[in-house]
C-alpha cells in the first residue's frame, strides 16, 4: 500500500506576460502515494491551483518531470491528455462546474459516456453513488435546481464515477456556507476511506488541516514543509 | 443518443430567444428568396406564354430550306397542305394542334380621297384561319385593340398594325363604307400582280413582334390572291404541355424526314431563352449576396454561444471531452438549426408562393387588351436544391465558431465568468 500513484521532480510553471515572467511553480518536488489525502495549504497566489491543474493534466509545466500512475505525462498532446483526464483524474471545482443542461444522473454519467467501452452498469453504479453522496431524491433535477452543497455533491459524485487514481479538489467549500463546507468535507474523508481514491485538496482554509493525513504547505511556488 | 448531441439539442432549446432570432433569419431569407424565385418564374413564363400563345406557337414546321430563303422569296418553299400532311402531324404523340399560315409581303393601298391621291405602303402580311389559331396560338386576337378580329378564313378582311396609319399618313378608317376600302396588291407565285378589296375591321397593337408595317389576313383571301390554292409557308403545332415540346419536335423531326424544318419555340425566339439564363445568373448573385448577410449573423449568433459557454467547454475538457468532440458539438448545434430553419423556411416559402399562385398577379401584356394573373411556381428541384445548400453552408460556417471554441485553453475556460 505505499505505491506511489503521483512522482513530480523539479516542476515549474511560468506565465510570460510580455516581458515579465511570472514564476507560478519554482521547482517543486512531490510524491504522493495511493489512497492518501492530501490537503494543499497555502496563501492566494502561491500556486495551489496551478499545481494541481498541472497534475490533473489540465496544464502543462514548463519543465520537470511528471509520472501519473507509471506513465510520463509531459510532452503528451492534447487529445492524449483529454484521455488521462477522463480515465484517471476526478475534478471538483470551487464553483462546481456542472453543465447546465444536463440533470443529475446525465452530469454524473457524462464522462463514463464519453468512453468507447461503456459499463454496462453504470445507471446503477450512478444511482448508487448518488446514494452515497446524497442525492437519490434528485437525480432528475437540474443544476438550477439544487443548493450550492447539492451541487458540489454532484461535481463529488462525477469526479467518483470514473474510479479516477486521483481526486483534485480545488477550494470546493470555498463558495459554501460553513455548516455546508464541514459537510462536504466529512463526505470526502469518508469517500476516501471507503473508496480508497487518492484525494489532493488545495484551500486556504487552515480548519481543513485537522482533517487531512498530510499536509502540504506551499508558498510563492514552492514546498515549505514536504512529509 | 450520445450526451453531446443531447447538450447539443437542449442548448438551443435553452436559449430560446437566440436560437428563434436564429431560425427567424434562416426562415425569412428562404421564404424571401422562395417568393422572389417564384414571382420570376411566373414573369417569365408570362414572357413565354405571351410568345407562344400570343404569335409564335410551341412549334412551327416549314418546307426545307425556308428559314434561309425566307426574306428573299418565302413563297417558293411552301407546303402542301393535304389532309394526308395534317392526318400524319396530328398522329405524332402530344400534338394537339395545327394552324397553317401564309408568310407574304404586299403593296397597301388607300382609296383615292376628293382629290384623287390615295397613299401606297409596302408591308409584311400573314394569312390565317382564326378558328385554327384559336388553338394553336389563342391570345393573338387579343392584340386586337380597335374592331374586331378577322372573322373567318374566306372573308374579304384585313386587320392592320395600329401605327400603320402613321407611316402612311392617313386614319384607318373602320367605319368607311365599301368605296372607301383599301387594296391589297401583292406579286403571286408567278410574279403577276393581284389586287383585292379589304374590309379593315380592325387594328393590331404593335406589341406583335416585327415590322410596323404588318397585317393580317384570312388565309383564304390570301390564298386567292397569291394563287396558291391548298398552300401553306408554316404549320403551327400545338402540343400538350412546354414540358413534352422537345421530344416532340424530335418525333416531328423523324416523321417528317429532311423535306421539312421543324424548330421549336425556343429556336425561333432565342432571345428568351438568354433572358432565362440571365435572369437565372443575376438571381444567383442575389442569392449569394441576401445569404451571406444571413449566415453572417448565424455565425455571429453561435461566436455569442461560445463566449457565454467558455465555462461550460473547460468543464467539458476538465472531464475528458476531446477537442474534435467539441467541434461536434457546436456544428451539430449548427446543424440542427440549419435543418429546422431551412424547413421551416421551405414551408413559408411555399406558403407564400402558395397565396401569390392562388390569388394571382394581374398584368397585362403592353399594349394589349388581353390582362391576366401571373401565377408563381417553383421547381421543386430547385427547392430542394436550395434548402439543401442552406443547409449545409450553415453547418459548414458553424465550423469556424466551433473551431474557436475547440482552441480553448482548459485552464483559461474554466476561469471564465
Ligand atoms: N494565466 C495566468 N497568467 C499569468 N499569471 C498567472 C496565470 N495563472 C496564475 N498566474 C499567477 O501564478 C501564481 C499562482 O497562481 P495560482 O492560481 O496557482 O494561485 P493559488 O494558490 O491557486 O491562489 P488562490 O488561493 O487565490 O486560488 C499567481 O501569482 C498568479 O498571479
Ligand atoms: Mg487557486
Known sequence: ?227 | MHPLLIIAARNLRRNRKRTLLTLGALVIGISIMMSLRGFINAVLSAQIDAAIYGYTGMIQIHKAGYSKNVLSSPLDQSIKDTPELRAKILAVPQVTGLAPRLQFTGLYSTAPDSQGNSETSFMGLLGIDPASEDVVAPNLKSWTTDGTFLSHSDRKEIVLNKDLAAIIGSKINLAATEDQWPVLMSSDVDGSLNGEILKPVGLLANAVPGDKRFALVPLETARKLLRMEGLATSYLLRVSSLAVVETTAQNLKQTLGPEFEVQTWEELIPVLKKMTADIGRIFYFISIAFYTVIILGIVNAMFMSVLERTREIGTMMSVGVRRQQIVLLFVVEGFLLAVVGAFAGVLAGYFFVFLMHHFGIPISAPGSTFKFLMRPTLDPSWVLANGSISILFTSLVSLWPAYRASRLDPVEALQAT
Open chain 1, 1 to 227: 500500500m505505499t505505491e506511489n500513484i503521483i512522482k513530480i521532480s523539479g516542476v515549474t510553471r511560468q506565465y510570460i506576460l510580455g516581458k515579465t515572467v511570472i514564476d507560478a511553480l519554482r521547482g517543486i518536488d512531490l510524491e504522493i502515494v495511493k489512497g492518501e489525502f492530501t490537503v494543499v495549504l497555502g496563501p492566494s497566489g502561491s500556486g495551489k491551483s496551478t499545481l494541481l491543474n498541472i497534475i490533473g493534466c489540465l496544464d502543462r509545466a514548463t519543465s520537470g518531470s511528471y509520472i501519473l500512475d507509471g506513465e510520463e505525462i509531459a510532452g503528451r498532446d492534447f487529445n492524449s491528455l483529454s484521455e488521462i483526464r477522463n480515465r484517471k483524474i476526478g475534478f471538483i471545482f470551487q464553483s462546481f462546474n456542472l453543465i447546465p443542461v444536463l440533470n443529475v444522473m446525465e452530469n454524473i454519467e457524462f464522462p463514463c459516456l464519453l468512453r468507447k467501452d461503456r459499463d454496462p452498469n453504470l445507471r446503477e453504479n450512478v444511482l448508487k453513488i448518488c446514494e452515497e453522496v446524497g442525492l437519490s431524491s434528485f437525480v432528475h433535477h437540474k443544476p438550477d435546481e439544487l443548493s450550492g452543497g447539492q451541487r458540489q455533491r454532484v461535481a463529488i459524485a462525477r469526479a467518483l464515477i470514473t474510479s479516477p487514481s486521483i481526486v483534485l479538489a480545488d477550494e470546493p467549500t470555498a463558495n459554501l456556507d460553513s455548516k455546508t463546507s464541514d459537510q462536504i468535507l466529512d463526505l470526502m474523508v469518508n469517500l476516501n476511506k471507503n473508496h480508497q481514491v487518492t484525494f489532493i485538496f488545495a484551500t486556504h482554509d487552515p480548519r481543513v488541516m485537522d482533517r487531512a493525513r498530510r499536509t502540504l504547505r506551499i508558498k510563492d511556488g514552492k514546498m515549505e514543509t514536504n512529509y
